[in-house]
C-alpha cells in the first residue's frame, strides 16, 4: 500500500512545482536517477509503465526508497487500464497518472484513496474526471494543445481546474511562469528535465545539477516581486 497520504502527495506536487517524469530498464540507474532528483530538492519520481518489465522495475524502484529515500513520493506514470492501476497500488504506488481517462482506472484508485490524474484534452474531458473524482488532471500533450493559453482559456469559465502540464515545458523561469500564471499548480517534464545524454553518460552530478537549477527555476517563476 502506498506509504504517503493523499493529501502529502497533493501537496507535495504543488509545492515542488516539477514531477519528474522517468522510465529506464536497468534499476541501478533509476535508483541512482532517484538520488540525484531528491539531492537536487525534488520529492517525487513519476517511473512511466513504458517499456518491457517497467512494473518489475517499479516494485524494486519502490521497495528501495521505502529503506533509502524514505522522503521520496514514488508514483507510477502510463497506467491506462485497471488491471494495471490495481497492481501498481498493490505495490507501493503514492499516485498513479496517465495519459487518458478511465473511468475504470478512477474507480481503482478512489477506491484506495490515491490520486489519479489522468490526461485530458478538452473541456468535458476534464469536468467528466472531476465527477469521478480527480483532485487534478494532466494536460497532454500540453504543447499540442495550445500551452499556457489554453489553461488560461479553460479556467476562465472554469478557475477551480487544477491541470498539471506535461509535454512541451521547459525547465525555464520564463515557460514555467507562463504556467504558474495560466493556473498550473505544477509541471511534469521528462527528457528536459532528465537529458537523455546525460542519462546514458551516467553523468550523475549534472543531473543533480539540472534538477536544482529547474528547482531554483520554479521559485523564481513564482516570484511576483
Given at each position: 500500500?502506498?506509504?504517503?497520504?493523499?493529501?502529502?502527495?497533493?501537496?507535495?506536487?504543488?509545492?515542488?512545482?516539477?514531477?519528474?517524469?522517468?522510465?529506464?530498464?536497468?534499476?541501478?540507474?533509476?535508483?541512482?536517477?532517484?538520488?540525484?532528483?531528491?539531492?537536487?530538492?525534488?520529492?517525487?519520481?513519476?517511473?512511466?509503465?513504458?517499456?518491457?518489465?517497467?512494473?518489475?522495475?517499479f516494485a524494486e524502484l519502490i521497495r528501495w526508497a521505502?529503506?533509502?529515500?524514505?522522503?521520496?513520493?514514488?508514483?507510477?506514470?502510463?497506467?491506462?487500464?485497471?488491471?494495471?492501476?490495481?497492481?501498481?497500488?498493490?505495490?507501493?504506488?503514492?499516485?498513479?497518472?496517465?495519459?487518458?481517462?478511465?473511468?475504470?482506472?478512477?474507480?481503482?484508485?478512489?477506491?484506495?484513496?490515491?490520486?489519479?490524474?489522468?490526461?485530458?484534452?478538452?473541456?468535458?474531458?476534464?469536468?467528466?474526471?472531476?465527477?469521478?473524482?480527480?483532485?487534478?488532471?494532466?494536460?497532454?500533450?500540453?504543447?499540442?494543445?495550445?500551452?499556457?493559453?489554453?489553461?488560461?482559456?479553460?479556467?476562465?469559465?472554469?478557475?477551480?481546474?487544477?491541470?498539471?502540464?506535461?509535454?512541451?515545458?521547459?525547465?525555464?523561469?520564463?515557460?514555467?511562469?507562463?504556467?504558474?500564471?495560466?493556473?498550473?499548480?505544477?509541471?511534469?517534464?521528462?527528457?528536459?528535465?532528465?537529458?537523455?545524454?546525460?542519462?546514458?553518460?551516467?553523468?550523475?552530478?549534472?543531473?543533480?545539477q539540472q534538477v536544482a537549477a529547474t528547482?531554483?527555476?520554479?521559485?523564481?517563476?513564482?516570484?511576483?516581486?
Amino acid at each position: 500500500m502506498a506509504s504517503h497520504s493523499k493529501a502529502l502527495v497533493l501537496s507535495t506536487i504543488h509545492r515542488d512545482g516539477v514531477i519528474p517524469v522517468f522510465y529506464n530498464a536497468d534499476i541501478e540507474v533509476t535508483r541512482e536517477v532517484a538520488r540525484r532528483i531528491v539531492a537536487g530538492g525534488l520529492s517525487t519520481i513519476e517511473f512511466t509503465n513504458r517499456g518491457d518489465g517497467a512494473i518489475e522495475v517499479f516494485a524494486e524502484l519502490i521497495r528501495w526508497a521505502r529503506r533509502e529515500l524514505p522522503e521520496l513520493i514514488v508514483g507510477v506514470g502510463s497506467v491506462g487500464e485497471a488491471t494495471t492501476a490495481g497492481h501498481v497500488i498493490d505495490l507501493g504506488a503514492n499516485f498513479v497518472f496517465a495519459p487518458n481517462l478511465s473511468e475504470e482506472v478512477a474507480a481503482v484508485c478512489n477506491g484506495r484513496n490515491i490520486p489519479y490524474v489522468p490526461g485530458c484534452g478538452t473541456l468535458t474531458e476534464i469536468q467528466h474526471a472531476y465527477r469521478l473524482g480527480c483532485d487534478v488532471v494532466k494536460l497532454f500533450p500540453a504543447g499540442s494543445l495550445g500551452g499556457p493559453a489554453f489553461l488560461s482559456a479553460v479556467r476562465a469559465p472554469c478557475p477551480w481546474v487544477q491541470a498539471v502540464p506535461t509535454g512541451g515545458v521547459e525547465p525555464t523561469v520564463e515557460s514555467m511562469r507562463a504556467w504558474f500564471e495560466a493556473g498550473a499548480p505544477a509541471v511534469g517534464m521528462g527528457s528536459k528535465l532528465l537529458p537523455k545524454a546525460m542519462i546514458e553518460g551516467r553523468d550523475w552530478a549534472s543531473i543533480e545539477q539540472q534538477v536544482a537549477a529547474t528547482v531554483a527555476a520554479v521559485a523564481a517563476a513564482r516570484n511576483k516581486g
